[in-house]
């Protein structure tokens, strides 16, 4: 099991930048597919971004793509997310969370830890 935990979100105005970080323990953070989500109030749980454990790959949801960019450092157990021209429609709670198979997929279902999230509020 691998423990998440999240940091880095706040209040920022329209067009503004934050950057998230998730830092993990536990079994070895290297050997997972990584992934941020979102959860708005009064909607589901949403995909945002994924990374393969090596880093190599990468993939977005088409909401963010072009503004936000994930990243990880095998190095010091850490996933990020940076998070440009952010956007009122983009607040919501982050989380972060480990994938449970071996190609890389989007789905919630396929995430198996989770972080207790970081709160982003982005106001018009």
């Known amino acids: 099991q691998v423990q998440l935990v999240e940091s880095g979100g706040g209040l920022v105005q329209a067009g503004g930048s934050l950057r998230l970080s998730c830092a993990a323990s536990g079994r070895p953070f290297s050997t997972y597919n990584m992934g941020w989500f979102r959860q708005a109030p009064g909607k589901e749980r949403e995909f945002v971004a994924a990374i393969s454990w090596s880093g190599v790959t990468t993939t977005y949801a088409d909401s963010v793509k072009g503004r936000f960019t994930i990243s990880r450092d095998n190095a010091k157990n850490t996933l990020y997310l940076q998070m440009n021209s952010l956007k009122p429609e983009d607040t919501a709670v982050y989380y972060c969370?480990?994938?449970?198979?071996?190609?890389?997929?989007?789905?919630?279902?396929?995430?198996?830890?989770w972080g207790q999230g970081t709160q982003v509020t982005v106001s018009s």
């Open positions: 969370a480990t994938g449970t198979r071996i190609v890389l997929t989007t789905r919630v279902a396929d995430f198996g830890s």
